[in-house]
Structure formats: C-alpha cells, structure tokens
C-alpha cells in the first residue's frame, strides 16, 4: 500500500505536464507552542499568503494550488522538531519546508530531516551564526541575517558617532550572545574599549545588580542585545531610574514600538541596528499584509521574512516547472538573486508567469532578499535614532 | 478492572494488563506506520525507548525509594555533556591556547579539595578547625581562579563564532552514554551528601535548585561547552543518510527489496522511482540502526532494574520506602541505601540525557527546561505507575506517543468535527487554529482520567508477598 502510494507520487512527479487543480504541500514548521509562541501565528500567516497568492494566481504550474501544512516546532525541544519535521516530510509529503523558527530547532532538523531526505528548509527566523557554517548541502536557507553580519554593522556606526568606551550587556542566549562576540570583536578592530561585557537573564524582576555592574565599568553608554519586552527593557528601566546611563546603543531585539510607548522620552539619542533598509518592497509588502490580514499590517519581528521564504518556495517550485523536492533546490538561488526582472510583494504571480514564459526573475520582495552562496541574506540594516519618543531611520548600511 | 478485584491480591491480573497494555502501545506504533509513516513511527519509537530508559532512573529513585529528585533536568544535562566531551573533535589551537592550564586549574582544585578534607581530619576537635578549613579554601580559591581565569578568556578568544571552547576527545559518540552515567553519578554523590537528610519535600526543592545550577553552568561555562551557542554537528553512532544512498550495496539492497515495484518501468522512470526509496529507505535503515542501539540500552537497564527489585535489596529498599524507622530500627542503612539510589537513578538518567543528545546530533544547552526534562518525565512515571518497571516504559512510550501526537491528532479531530461547516467559519478556523496547544491540554487531561480511574498508575506496583 505504501509503496504503491510512493509510486503514484513520484510517477506524478515524474509526468513532467502537470494536471490543473493538482495540490502540493509546503510545511510550515513553526514554534507555535514554547518562548516565541506570540510571534509565531503571525510569521505562519505572512508565509500562508505568499503560498495563497501563488496558488490563488492560478499561474502557478499550470493551475497547482498550495496546501500549507502546520507543524509545531516547539521552539526547545529538538527532539519533537524532528518529529514534527518528519511527520511533514514522510507523512504528508511535503515539497519544501517553511521553517523552523528557532536557531536550535532548525539545525536539528535540517541535519536529521531535511538534508538526508533532500527537503528544501527556509528560515525567516534563525540568525545564529553557526547555520552559516553547518553541511547543509545547499537545502537550508534563511531569509533573515546572521547575529554576525549585525554586530559588525553596529560596533562600525557606534564607532563612526566617536564614542570609543562602552558597556555591553546581552540577554544569555545563543541570539545575544553571539551578536555581543560579533560586536565585541568588532568594535575592538576598530579601536574601542569595553569597559564591561556581561550578560542578563530574561524575566527577572529586579536588575539593579546588572545595572550596578555596568555602571561601575565606567562607560558611558550602554550597549543593550536583548529582547525590548524581557531583561532589556528592564535593564534601560533601571538605568534611567538610577541615572547610571542616558544613551543606549540597541540591536534589533531592542526595536519596537512598545518600549518607545514606555520609556522613549526619556531615551532621546539612542541609537541603534534594524534588518531591513531601503526595501523596494516595504510599501507594498505594508499594502498585502494589511489586505491580507496580517497582524499589525505586517509591520513586526520577521514577518516579511515569513513572506518572502513563502513566496520563494513557490517561485522555485514555478522555476523548476515541477513540484520536485531537489529541483525546487536547485532553483532557490536563480530566482532569489538577479539577474532578472525585479519582483516586489503583491507581485507574485506577475513573477510565475514571467518564470513560465521562460524569463529570469530577482525576487526582491519585502526585504530585498539576496542570497549569498551559502544560502543566506547578508542583510542590510537601518541605523535609526530616538527622536521624540520616535525610533527615526537616519541611515542605511 | 472492577472495584472489587483489589490490584494487590491478583498479580495475575497484572501480567495480562501489561500483556496487554503494551500490546495496545504496539499497535499504536504500527497505526501510525500505516496510517502516516514508517519513518515517523521510528523517530517516534526511537525517542520513546529513550524517555522510558530516563522514566525508569526516575522509577528507581521515586518508585523503590521515594526519592523525590525533581531536578531530572540537570542529570539529563550532564549527560548530554558527557556527548560533547566524548564525541567532539578536539579543538588543537584552544588547548594550546588556555587547555594545559585548565587542567592545571581542575588540579589545583582537587588538591583544594583533599587538602581541605585532610584540615578538616586532623583538626577535627581542636581549635582553628572551621578556621583552618577556611583558609584553605580560600587561597585554594583564588589560587584556582589566577589560573583558570586566563585560561577561559584564552580558551574563549579562539574563533569564537566556530569553535571557542575546548572540543572533546573525538572518540566515538557511544562510549559518552556510560560517561554520561557516570557523570551524573558522580553529581548525584555530591548532591546526596549534601541534600539526601532532607525531608520528602525539602529534597525537592533542593533538587529542583542543583538542577538549574548545573544548567546554568552548562550555559555559562563557554570554554566547556559552547554555552548558548551550542555544539552541533556530533558524530553519529550509525551511518549518515547521504553516505547510504551513494553506496552501491544500499542501492542494490533497496533494488532487490522493491524489485517488484520497479518492474516494467522506463528507464527514466525507473531510475527515479529508485531514487526516491533509495532516499527513503536510508531514513528508516538509519532510524532502525538507533533502534537496534536503544532498545539494547533499554532490555539492559530493564533486566537489572526487574532483578535488583526482586533481590533482597529491593525488598530492603522498599521497606526503607514504607517505613524509614521502621527499616532503621531493623538495622537497615537508610542513608546509604537512600545515597545508592539516588546516584543509580541519576546515571540511569544521564545515560537517557546522553543517548538523547546523540539521537539529536547537537547539544544545546539554552533548551534544556524543566517542562520537557522534569515534569514529562514525573507524568510518564506516575501514569505508567510508579514502583513498577514495567510500567515506567509503558509510561515513557505511552506520553511521549502522546506528546508528539497529539498534534496531528488534534488536528485530524478537529477537521473532521467541523467538516460539515463552512471552509472559512470562523468558529472552525479558530479550532483549527488552536489544534497545536491540544499536547498541553492533552497531557494534563491524560494525567487527570488516569488519576481518577487508575490512580496507582496503569501498571501498579506489584507486592510480592515473599
């Protein structure tokens, strides 16, 4: 039975002339229980309506729709992400994977599932630095930057305000810790001194031991790699409360709206780091989002990546004119990276029907994605400052 | 099961439950073979063997000796270190760089540690006793960290986003899962010495504290573990997927096994159609290849947990669980008894924290929480019925099956409990929607029925009347 099921799969697959109203499925393996479970429904809805818009297009393989599947990844648990993982990849069939969320969760998988089966992962979410150098076999790819790219664009814009003495503290996990090295490391090339660099733990409830640290070091501003609603906010907190620093130097973590709401008035000239840049596509992936539903109108933590890797995976699958797990691979690159006619969120079916005349595309999509030969974005980054309780982009790197 | 029939008086009905019970658990494998995967079933099977093996180091200490060890966690951890250290590539430039003066560090502090215990010896009763003892801690302290300290910083400046920590020794992975005992053996001595005169619930506070201190000391202590930034990529104790389909002799194997599927195909066709079995097939040789590894560790640790329950040692141990002086007044060892089974329940732990770390191929210590690695591993003891061997397996198959499918299962309900409404109502794109947190609602809905309706767990202890 199971193996006459494999067959008739792969024979379909094998047919090449693909039947209209035949379906596919992408899994989307995301941590919708565990640490991030308030980001992720978001995320799996921004990659659910990159796949709807290429299979609603109808130009999609002919007329192939695209059945999103969900799986937990648990965000902690490496041992349930693979499961999850080879449920999607053995039992449903997926085609390729949208995920996973965690730096973690996404290693296991892709050394255990993904690269021995030949499934295509893309991460919106994974910035650890150690994916950059894992043997992936060219199967992973991620739509958001390395930790590493971050801390080097950071310690070059901290450097270039002519401050050379700072505090460091980073929250302790592979994301803070990591962009706290890459920092570190760079911003010492450069020249400057580290008075201090210590890390935090999420949740606590009281962090004027940390603050007392820093402030002792003697530096004058403070560099906080943290999260804007955990042990980050808490530390900024304190520190304006004790008056042991005014002006804070913050990583992506740090950047949102709700701690511009509690504390922004009070931060004026801080400064810090946010992927993204001059995005083509930021307007119009606004635009979908909000026609779609999207939380916030897409506007959040690594929404526009979500998208991008959905609108990718179908792309490929277009490019490779069938819904072949290693020729959607092969495909990744070409239509993520020019040459090639531009295509911006909202514009994927314009991009399948150019693919099926034959012509070569650039996906630029929210977050002009462009992949290096590792399979992953170098990113570029905002520099934006705090201006009226506002974060205010000045620059782009 | 009626009420009349009291568990205690028929050790015959028992057998035929477990007969049963494990048969049920069986077949659910097998329904999941059929129904999703064969894949799926063994990465399911695989991960039960090892929850049940750390179910029964659980079963050891709580169910023979009421030793309530909430910091499972921590033992699960040292084991998975006991992976890294054995299994890892030695990193060269960062033992020339801090490693010799490491070791030196780690000598220093065990002649701090005897000097301290010979002070204490010879000064016993007289005066300058707490105060000698004081001292030689305290300048072996900081004898240990002028060593120690540049050595981290050293060990840590090299290449830090690669490597920055010491490596292991590069033997193979499989030797870490009897390291792994004996490392969390090892903190279970300590920790025994230290906390085991403490009442029921004291310990586990206690317990619960050790173990988040040796979970963030995995997580801090980068020149030993990478931290945070986790080791990935371990050498497996089985062949790698990639290597299997580019061999010829797995080809052909999986040629021969299919022979009549790939009959009367086109070449093209054919040459596919191998392909895609070839792929599949290497997945579950290599899961089959753990399975074989697993289930040995798990008959192994069964079989001698079954014999010492039924020596009279474990009969001893028992008697200590239902009477403390009772046992004592009989002249039984209630300390050391308690202190052996605290540390064999703990190595039978590290042994599962090893093999787990092996099965995934990396060590993260950032994920290490007490959710997944203390109070599943409580569940599985309790349902499956503490005191009783068998049914610690039964429990760690049954919740961890449960765990991970409970998801799809949710899933599959709820879709076919709306099926007749509307493909876009918004009550069922709610439900579908929240099928994913059914694992959490399950798990606890599981632990209550089995509570109320079988409340000594499903397998319960069987009083043999010697």
């Known amino acids: 039975m199971k193996k006459l099921l494999l067959a008739t799969t792969v024979m379909a697959a094998l047919s090449g002339t693909v039947m209209a109203e035949e379906t596919v499925k992408v899994g989307i393996l995301q941590g919708f229980t565990g640490p991030i479970e308030s980001l992720t429904p978001a995320m799996a809805a921004s990659a659910e309506l990159a796949l709807k818009e290429a299979s609603d297009s109808g130009e999609l393989l002919g007329g192939t729709k695209i059945e999103p599947v969900r799986a937990d990844s648990t965000c902690v648990d490496a041992a349930a992400a693979q499961t999850a993982a080879e449920r999607l990849v053995t039992d449903e069939k997926v085609v390729a994977i949208f995920g996973a969320a965690c730096s973690g969760a996404s290693t296991a998988v892709a050394n255990n599932v993904a690269v021995p089966n030949g499934v295509v992962m893309v991460s919106p979410s994974s910035t650890s630095p150690a994916l950059t150098t894992i043997d992936d076999k060219g199967f992973f790819f991620r739509t958001a930057p390395s930790d590493a790219r971050q801390g080097e664009v950071l310690a070059q814009i901290v450097k270039d305000r002519g401050i050379d003495n700072v505090a460091i503290t980073y929250t302790n996990n592979d994301y803070g810790k990591g962009l706290s090295e890459s920092f570190g490391g760079a911003y010492e090339k450069l020249g400057g001194k580290i008075a201090i660099n210590a890390s935090h733990e999420d949740g606590k409830a009281d962090y004027s031991a940390e603050v007392a640290a820093l402030d002792a070091s003697g530096a004058d501003d403070l560099v906080v790699l943290g999260y804007l609603d955990q042990g980050g906010k ?42 993204g840049g001059e995005n083509e596509g930021a307007e119009q992936w606004a635009e979908v989002a909000k026609a779609g539903g999207i939380e916030n109108d897409g506007d959040g933590p690594y929404r526009g990546e979500s998208y991008d890797a959905g609108a990718l995976i179908a792309l490929a699958m277009q490019a490779a004119g069938s819904a072949d797990r290693a020729k959607i691979q092969e ?16 514009e994927i079916a314009k991009g399948l029907k150019l693919l099926a005349e034959g012509k070569d595309i650039d996906y630029v999509g929210a977050t002009n994605v462009e992949f290096t030969d590792v399979g992953e974005v170098p990113g570029s980054y905002k520099e934006v400052e705090v201006k009226d309780a506002k974060f205010e982009t000045v620059k782009v790197h | 099961m009626s009420q009349a029939h009291t568990p205690r008086s028929k050790p015959h009905n028992n057998t035929l439950r477990a007969i049963l019970a494990f048969l049920v658990m069986g077949g659910l494998l097998v329904l999941v073979g059929y129904v999703q ?27 023979y000796a009421g030793i309530l060890n909430v910091g499972i966690m921590g033992f699960a951890g040292l084991g998975g270190l006991a992976a890294v250290l054995v299994s890892a590539e030695p990193v060269a430039e ?25 002070v204490h010896r010879r000064l016993k009763g007289r005066r300058f006793h707490h105060f000698g003892v004081f001292m030689v801690v305290l300048i072996g302290y900081f004898a240990i960290r002028l060593v120690y300290d540049p050595a981290v910083e050293a060990i840590e400046a090299v290449d830090p986003s690669k490597t920055g920590y010491l490596g292991g020794l590069g033997l193979p992975v499989i030797f870490s899962w009897v390291v792994g005992a004996l490392f969390a053996a090892g903190a279970a001595w300590v920790v025994g010495k230290v906390a085991l005169g403490l009442r ?12 988040e201190i040796i979970i963030a000391v995995l997580r801090n202590e ?34 021969r096994l299919n022979a009549a599927a790939l009959e009367g195909l086109g070449a093209a066709e054919r040459a596919d159609m191998l392909q895609a079995l070839v792929i599949d097939s290497s997945g ?7 399975a074989g590894l697993f289930s040995l560790v798990l008959l192994i640790v069964l079989l001698l947990c079954v014999l010492a329950l039924d020596s009279p040692w474990g009969r001893m141990v028992r008697a200590i669980r239902d009477n403390e002086t009772a046992a004592g007044a009989m002249g039984k060892d209630v300390k050391g008894r308690h202190l052996q089974i605290f540390v064999l329940g703990s190595a039978v732990v590290g042994i599962a924290g090893a093999m787990l770390t092996t099965l995934d191929g990396q060590f993260t210590p950032g994920t ?34 449960i765990w991970v499918e409970a998801e799809p299962v949710g899933f599959w309900l709820v879709e076919t409990a709306t099926s007749w409404m509307d493909e876009n109502s918004p009550l069922r794109l709610h439900l579908m929607d929240s099928a994913q947190y059914m694992r959490v609602f399950v798990m606890g809905l599981v632990l209550l029925l089995v509570m109320r309706f079988s409340p000594r767990g499903l397998l319960p202890e069987q009083t043999k009347l010697h």
Do not use: H
Request: glycine share 12%; proline share 4%; charged share 10%.
């Open chain 1, 331 to 346: 495909k990744m690159m070409e239509v993520a990276n020019a040459p090639g006619e531009k295509i911006l969120p909202g």
């Open chain 2, 200 to 211: 029921a619930d004291y310990l586990a506070i206690a317990t619960l504290g050790i173990s």
């Open chain 2, 222 to 255: 980068d020149w030993l573990t990478r931290g945070v930034k986790n080791v990935t990529g371990l050498p497996r104790p089985v062949p790698y997927e990639l290597n299997l389909q580019q061999s010829e002799w797995f080809i052909g194997w999986v040629e």
């Open chain 2, 284 to 290: 579950i040789f290599v899961k089959l290849c753990y």
């Open chain 2, 37 to 63: 995967s064969w894949s799926l079933a063994l990465t399911i099977l695989n991960l039960c063997i090892i929850s049940a093996i750390m179910a029964l180091g659980v079963n050891i200490q709580w169910g």
């Open chain 2, 368 to 401: 290490y929480n007490p959710l997944r690695f203390t109070f599943l591993i409580w569940v599985m003891v309790i349902v499956g019925g503490s005191g009783n061997n068998l049914g610690a397996v039964l429990g760690g198959f049954l919740i961890w099956f």
């Open chain 1, 234 to 275: 808490g530390i900024i907190q304190t520190s304006l409360d004790n008056g042991a620093f005014s002006r804070f130097i913050l990583a992506d973590g740090m950047i949102g709206e709700s701690i511009m709401e509690a504390l922004g008035k009070d931060m004026t000239g801080s400064f810090g780091t946010l992927p």
């Open chain 2, 94 to 118: 960062a033992w020339s760089a801090g490693g010799w003066f490491m070791l030196l560090a780690l000598l220093l502090l065990v002649a701090t540690v005897l000097m301290a215990v010979f």
